[in-house]
Every structure is written in structure tokens, then in C-alpha cells.
């Protein structure tokens, strides 16, 4: 099976927001340091850049502050901290909110002028107003000025929200590093290159070219369908008990898989199936960064993982390029056991709204046994 598919069962409850404007009029939140202007909200850019607006819009960018699995824990971690997490999760989520009321918006990206990873909280500075940046050469715009900046094709660009350290210390997440081991990395391979792929669509409507990069962080069919494998390596009978080696390999991820927020898993699931192809049994492994609270106990939503993790527990992820045998035992009754079936597939089960969960199986296998 390759396709994605995401079943978003039902909407969340209602989550109000605490997004008051008086509680932006600082704009202390943001991950910069700002030089000069101010930021200019997306629906400005779209006047000339619809296609890449339109492209940008449904991202996880765009949704960034207005997603409700990010409200719901936001509204936790605000009322938790009397009001300090606004400082702390708005820097990533939504780091021009106070003068857009956006995400991740155009403006906040295309002003970056420098990037600097050992400064913690404020890696870029941003010079948001008459100049835009990227890695576009000699483009002319009426509205702005415009220049080539090489970060634009770095995963450096990335780095500065795809990595964080909690207050406790914790890293709990830090796709950036571990893109920075793989292969991928010592290839010259960027997050971009996998993540923001070049597509039709014009650049500007006005003067713009026909082909630009792919805002959208859609989960990419071509990209993930086989971007973890599972094949079966090896069965073996021995009276009662039929042994299944499962080979669960990341080929494709320019990082572990999982990666980010900790609360995504990979699940390998592998079945015993009789003559009929009805499962006899089932058995799987999870992979995942667990991360608990002080107490020890395991934080089961994304939003107190940021605020309140404490200690890594366990970290099984599959690193990139890694091959892993996963060993699985089913029981059998003489000859009821005809073939086994392994299934890999990503997992996310957000706590605090139960009722939607993303499930996107990754390609798998089946074997006769008897
Ligand atoms: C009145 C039209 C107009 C508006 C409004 C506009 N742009 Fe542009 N922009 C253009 C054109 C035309 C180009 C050139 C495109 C090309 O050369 O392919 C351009 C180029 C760019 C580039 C490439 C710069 C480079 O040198 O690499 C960026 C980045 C950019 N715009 C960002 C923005 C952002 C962000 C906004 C909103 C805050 C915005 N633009 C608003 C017309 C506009
Ligand atoms: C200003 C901070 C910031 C920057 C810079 C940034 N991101 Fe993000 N990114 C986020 C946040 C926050 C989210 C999560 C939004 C949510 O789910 O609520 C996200 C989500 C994503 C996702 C979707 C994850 C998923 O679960 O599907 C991808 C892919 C991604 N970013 C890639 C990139 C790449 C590639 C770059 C560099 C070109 C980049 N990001 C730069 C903050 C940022
Ligand atoms: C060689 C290709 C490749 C490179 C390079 C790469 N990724 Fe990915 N990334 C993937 C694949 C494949 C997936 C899994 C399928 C998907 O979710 O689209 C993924 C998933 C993600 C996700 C979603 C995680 C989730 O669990 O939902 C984020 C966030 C992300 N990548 C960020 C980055 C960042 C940041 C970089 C650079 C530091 C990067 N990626 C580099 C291929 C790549
Ligand atoms: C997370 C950061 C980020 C955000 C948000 C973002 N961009 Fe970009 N944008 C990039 C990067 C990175 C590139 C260059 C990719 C490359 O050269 O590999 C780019 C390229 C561009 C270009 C040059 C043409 C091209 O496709 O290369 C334009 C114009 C542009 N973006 C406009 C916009 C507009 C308009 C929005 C909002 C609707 C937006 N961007 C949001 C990071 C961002
Ligand atoms: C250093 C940047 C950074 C900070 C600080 C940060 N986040 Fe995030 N957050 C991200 C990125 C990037 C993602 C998504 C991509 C991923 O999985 O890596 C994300 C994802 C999430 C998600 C999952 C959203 C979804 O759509 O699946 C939740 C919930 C969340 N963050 C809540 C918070 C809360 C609450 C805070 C403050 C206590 C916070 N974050 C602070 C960068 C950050």
C-alpha cells in the first residue's frame, strides 16, 4: 500500500486562542534580531505571488499558530506559565504575530540576513522592509528590491526552528543535527531539496519565471511512498513458534523517522495469516523519542513536551540510511500459519484532541510459509 492516506476522523473541539492583541504588543517573542521596517503581511505578497501564496497557504507554516493541535497545547502551556509561553512557543510558531497575526509567514523567511546557530534565542536577524531575499538572481520586483542570498538554499534557513532545546535543557527535537549526520548531508543534499522541490508555477504573476519552489511542505507522494521499507529477510519454523526477521529500512528521510515532535512514531507490524488470509496474530515494535516530565512519567502531549520535558527515556528512531532487523515470533498450530505480512507505517496520535489521528503506511510485504 502507497498511498497517503490521513484520516482526520473529526475536528477538534472548539479551542479559543489566547491571542489577544495586547498580548503582542511586545514584540519580545521573536527568534530575531531586528534591524529596520516592519513585516508586511502575506496577503501583501499575494497580490503579486499568487501561485506561491496559494502554494504556502495550507502549509503547516501558514498554520502554524492557527493549527488546533498547536492552540489546544498552547492555551495548556499559556495558562501553565501565567502568560510565558507566549515568548517561548510564538518565536518558532509565529514570530512576526504581533504585526501580521501569521505563522511562519513570507516575510518573516524572505528578510532573513543572517544566520547564526550559536545564538540560541535569536539565530536570525531579520531585516524585513524594502529589501526580499532569496536564492532567485537578478529578479526585478516593483514593490521591493530584491537580492541573491545563499542561505535561502541552506538548510542553515531551517535550522533556527527545526532544532530546539526545552528550558529543562532537553532537546526535543533536532532534525537539523540529525540531517547533519547523514549521508545526505556529506552529499550536499539540503532540506530544501527534498522539502521545497522546484514545481510549475510562476514565481511572480507579473515578470515572474515558470518554475518556482514548492511552498506547500506537502507530505510528497513521489518523495515518502518508499522512503521506508519493510521486507521480510527471513521465516523459520521450529515446532510451535514461527520466527519472522523483518528488515525496516530508512532510505529516503534526510533524517531519522520519526523526526521532530516526539510524539510521532513509526509502528512496524508484522501478522500471521491462515489459508483464508484472516489474521491470526499480530505483533509490532514502535519507534520513537520518549521523553517524561520530572516525575518520570511519560508527557503525552507535544505542547508539555516543549515546556515540560525533563529526560530523554528512550530514543529507537531509525537514523538515516539505517537497515534494522526487527525479529517477530508467532505461535502455530500444526499448519494453520500459511503466511506472514509486515507493515510499516508512520503514527500520530495527538493526546490533547483525540479524536484525530495521521496514519501513513510506508510500502510492505507479504510471504508465503508454507
Ligand atoms: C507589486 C508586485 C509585488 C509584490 C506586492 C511583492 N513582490 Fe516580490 N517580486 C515581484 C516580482 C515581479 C519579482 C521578480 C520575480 C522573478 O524575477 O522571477 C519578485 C521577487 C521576489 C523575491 C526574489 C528576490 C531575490 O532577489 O531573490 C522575493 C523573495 C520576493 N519577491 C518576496 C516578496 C514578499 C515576501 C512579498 C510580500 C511582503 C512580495 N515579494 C511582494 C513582485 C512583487
Ligand atoms: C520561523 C521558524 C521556522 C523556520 C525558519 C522554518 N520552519 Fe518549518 N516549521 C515551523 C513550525 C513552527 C512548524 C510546525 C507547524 C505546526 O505543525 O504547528 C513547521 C513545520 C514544517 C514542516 C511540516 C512538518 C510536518 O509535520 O508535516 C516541514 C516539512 C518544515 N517545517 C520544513 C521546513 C524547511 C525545509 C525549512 C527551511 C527552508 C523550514 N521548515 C523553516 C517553523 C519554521
Ligand atoms: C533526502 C531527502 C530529505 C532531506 C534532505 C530532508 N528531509 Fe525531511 N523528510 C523527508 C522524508 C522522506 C520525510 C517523511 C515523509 C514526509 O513526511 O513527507 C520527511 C519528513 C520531515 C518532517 C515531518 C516529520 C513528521 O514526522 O511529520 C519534517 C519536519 C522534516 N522532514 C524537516 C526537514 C528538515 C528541517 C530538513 C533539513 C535539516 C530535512 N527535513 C531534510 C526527506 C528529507
Ligand atoms: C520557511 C521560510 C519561507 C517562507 C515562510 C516562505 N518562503 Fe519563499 N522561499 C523560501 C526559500 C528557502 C526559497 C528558496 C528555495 C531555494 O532556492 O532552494 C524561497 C523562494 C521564494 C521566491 C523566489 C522564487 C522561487 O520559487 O525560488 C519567492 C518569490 C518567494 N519565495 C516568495 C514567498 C512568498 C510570497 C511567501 C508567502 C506566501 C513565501 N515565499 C514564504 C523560504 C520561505
Ligand atoms: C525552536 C522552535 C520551536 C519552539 C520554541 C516551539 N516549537 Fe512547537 N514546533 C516546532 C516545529 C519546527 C514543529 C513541527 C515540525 C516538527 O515536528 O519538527 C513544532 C510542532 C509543534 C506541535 C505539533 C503540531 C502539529 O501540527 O502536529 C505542537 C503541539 C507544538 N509544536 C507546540 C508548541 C508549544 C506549546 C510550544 C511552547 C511551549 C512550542 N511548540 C515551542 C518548533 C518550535
Redo the contacts with the bound molecule.
Keep these: 500500500m502507497n498511498a497517503v492516506t490521513m484520516f482526520f476522523r473529526a475536528t477538534a473541539a472548539a479551542a479559543v486562542l489566547i491571542l489577544a492583541a495586547a498580548d503582542f504588543a511586545r514584540a519580545d517573542h521573536s527568534p530575531a534580531t531586528q534591524t529596520e521596517g516592519q513585516f508586511e503581511s502575506a496577503l501583501v505578497c499575494k497580490e503579486c505571488h499568487e501561485d506561491i501564496y496559494r502554494n504556502w497557504r495550507n502549509s503547516l507554516h501558514a498554520l502554524s499558530v492557527s493549527n488546533p493541535i498547536f492552540k489546544t497545547a498552547y492555551q495548556r502551556a499559556y495558562t501553565e506559565t501565567g502568560g510565558e509561553a507566549k515568548k517561548y512557543c510564538l518565536r518558532c510558531h509565529a514570530p512576526t504575530v504581533a504585526l501580521t497575526g501569521e505563522g511562519v509567514t513570507c516575510d518573516f523567511c524572505h528578510a532573513v540576513t543572517k544566520i547564526d546557530l550559536a545564538a540560541k534565542d535569536h539565530v536570525f536577524t531579520v531585516a524585513p522592509g524594502k529589501v526580499k531575499r532569496s536564492g532567485l538572481k537578478n529578479a526585478v520586483s516593483p514593490h521591493h528590491e530584491t537580492r541573491y542570498s545563499a542561505d535561502f538554499a541552506s538548510?542553515k534557513l531551517?535550522?533556527g526552528c527545526?532544532a530546539f532545546v526545552n528550558r529543562h535543557g532537553v532537546q526535543v527535537g533536532n532534525?537539523?543535527a540529525e540531517?547533519q549526520k547523514s549521508p545526505?548531508a556529506r552529499e550536499g543534499?539540503?532540506?530544501q531539496?527534498?522539502?521545497m522541490a522546484e514545481v510549475p508555477g510562476k514565481t511572480a504573476n507579473e515578470g515572474g519565471r515558470d518554475t518556482m519552489h514548492d511552498h506547500s511542505l506537502a507530505?510528497?507522494l513521489a518523495?515518502?511512498s518508499d522512503?521506508v521499507t519493510a521486507q521480510i529477510k527471513k521465516t523459520a519454523k521450529s515446532g510451535k513458534i514461527m520466527g519472522v526477521d523483518v528488515e525496516v529500512a530508512n532510505i529516503?528521510?534526510?533524517?531519522a523517522?520519526?523526526?521532530?515532535t516526539p510524539r510521532?512514531k513509526l509502528v512496524v507490524e508484522a501478522r500471521s495469516l491462515d489459508a483464508h488470509g484472516n489474521v491470526i496474530e499480530t505483533k509490532k515494535a514502535e519507534y520513537r523519542k520518549l521523553i517524561v516530565n520530572a516525575e518520570g512519567e511519560e508527557i503525552s502531549s507535544d505542547g508539555d513536551v516543549f515546556l515540560n520535558g525533563a529526560r530523554i527515556m528512550q530514543d529507537n528512531r531509525l537514523a538515516p540510511g539505517e537497515r534494522r532487523i526487527e525479529k517477530f515470533t508467532f505461535a502455530r498450530r500444526l499448519d494453520d500459519v500459511v503466511s506472514v505480512a509486515a507493515d510499516v507505517y508512520?503514527l500520530?496520535e495527538p493526546e490533547v484532541i483525540q479524536q484525530i489521528e495521521m496514519r501513513?503506511p510506508f510500502s510492505g510485504a507479504q510471504v508465503n510459509v508454507r
Design positions: 538548510s531551517c535550522a527545526h532534525t537539523f540531517w545526505f543534499r539540503q532540506c531539496s527534498c522539502h507530505h510528497n518523495l515518502m522512503a529516503k528521510a534526510g533524517h523517522i520519526p523526526t521532530g510521532r508512520f500520530y501513513i
